[in-house]
């Protein structure tokens, strides 16, 4: 009886034990004193074989690079901030596997580089924080970096169907970052201020879109729009060793104010700060909307009558059908901007239509693109 009580006894012990045990070890896992170091993924988009947007001998993947690398070489620096680089050198590395890299790291921050091109001169620097976009600028920019999934094997399997051509697509895959979602929009602010500020560059804002490599991270994450390559000037001073590395400072200076109010009184900085406004997107407008005329991009003209749905159409949505004559036309896209009939006609080329071409409406009386680019721009 003794002996069974003992033992009774050794066995509750050692329960009592092990489960405090794994109260402890519960406790520091899932306990929030600041981890140390700091880890901050610094990820230099395209590279390899995917160029990025190449404007006037500018390469994307060569300036994305150079100033990841800057950034990363100042952060470096610092003693309790630890750095990774999703690729150092001009090698292509897939969305997924960025992302990946991440999240293995259970890095802190996750800095995607990127710069921006237009057929306009537009200019300015935006950054971006993973939503549903306000407009089709910013969707169009989302459409541009997830393009490259298409240069990676087996990228229906990896991104679970997503069609970077299809906007449906962006609906629905904004859920993934909202626990970040204020967190990321605090450093993409900060950003944005050091670039205005200290750069004197144009600010197009903070902004929210689709982009597939924010989604699958799984910390705060911000991606980097440093300005315009096909803008002449823009181009050139991102070419520019200086403008390299005003860009490169004004990151490093973002993410040390970032660490800093995290481990601070971020609570207390909240307080004194508005939260951050989005990008008011009505200002966004592009300078070339046509007043009274949509363009569209035709694919077919048949005699059959077919369903417009994406089945039908090599996987493009936004697919309208109108009865010409005898004929029925199929029509992609319906826009008053002629840069974003543009990239629709684009779009259509590069999914297997590239015999397609634009047409123009005014009111629903057919004229030439030429007669529409005379009438005057809102
Ligand atoms: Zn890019």
Redesign the pocket.
Same mark, same amino acid.
């Given at each position: 009886m003794n002996r069974y009580f003992n033992m009774k006894t050794n066995i509750l012990v050692f329960l009592i034990f092990f489960t405090t045990i794994n109260f402890s070890l519960a406790a520091s896992v899932g306990g929030d004193p600041p981890r140390d170091p700091f880890v901050v993924v610094l990820d230099a %988009? #395209?590279g390899g074989k995917d160029p %990025?947007?190449s404007w006037n001998g500018y390469s !994307?993947k060569d300036i994305?690079l150079n100033i990841a690398l800057q950034v990363g070489a100042e952060l470096e620096k610092i003693p309790d901030v630890k750095v990774i680089y999703t690729r150092k050198s001009d090698v292509f590395v897939t969305l997924a596997g960025r992302a990946n890299i991440a999240n293995k790291a259970e890095a802190d921050l996750f800095v995607s580089i #990127?710069?921006n091109g237009h057929r306009s001169q537009a200019q300015g620097t935006e950054t971006f924080v993973l939503g549903l976009h306000r407009n089709q600028d910013n969707l169009e920019v989302a459409m541009? !970096?997830n393009q490259v999934i298409f240069l990676e094997e087996d990228y229906e399997m990896t991104y679970d169907g997503f069609n970077p051509n299809s906007p449906e697509s962006y609906i629905g895959l904004t859920l993934m970052q909202e626990e970040y979602l204020d967190q990321s929009i605090l450093l993409a602010d900060l950003i944005q201020k050091n670039f205005t500020n200290i750069n004197k560059r144009v600010n197009r804002g903070v902004k929210q879109a689709g982009f597939l490599v924010l989604r699958e991270t799984y910390m705060p994450s911000v991606l980097v !729009?440093a300005g315009f390559l096909s803008n002449k000037a823009e181009g050139a001073f991102l070419n520019s060793a200086a403008g390299q590395s005003a860009i490169s400072a004004s990151i490093v200076r973002a993410v040390k104010d970032y660490k800093n109010s995290i481990n601070h009184d971020i609570l207390d900085n909240l307080e004194a700060n508005p939260p951050v406004q989005l990008t008011q997107e009505t200002e966004e407008m592009p300078l070339d909307v046509y007043d009274g005329i949509t363009f569209r991009v035709q694919l077919a003209a048949s005699g059959k009558k077919l369903d417009p749905s994406s089945r039908n159409f090599k996987g493009l949505k936004q697919v309208s059908r109108n009865k010409e004559g005898k004929l029925f036309k199929y029509y992609y896209g319906a826009t008053s901007s002629f840069s974003q009939i543009q990239d629709f006609h684009e779009m259509a080329k590069r999914t297997g239509y590239p015999d397609s071409y634009i047409v123009a409406f005014r009111g629903n009386e057919k004229i030439s693109v030429n007669e529409a680019l005379k009438t005057k721009t809102k």
């Open positions: %988009g #395209h %990025g947007n !994307e994305s #990127h710069m541009r !970096e !729009e």
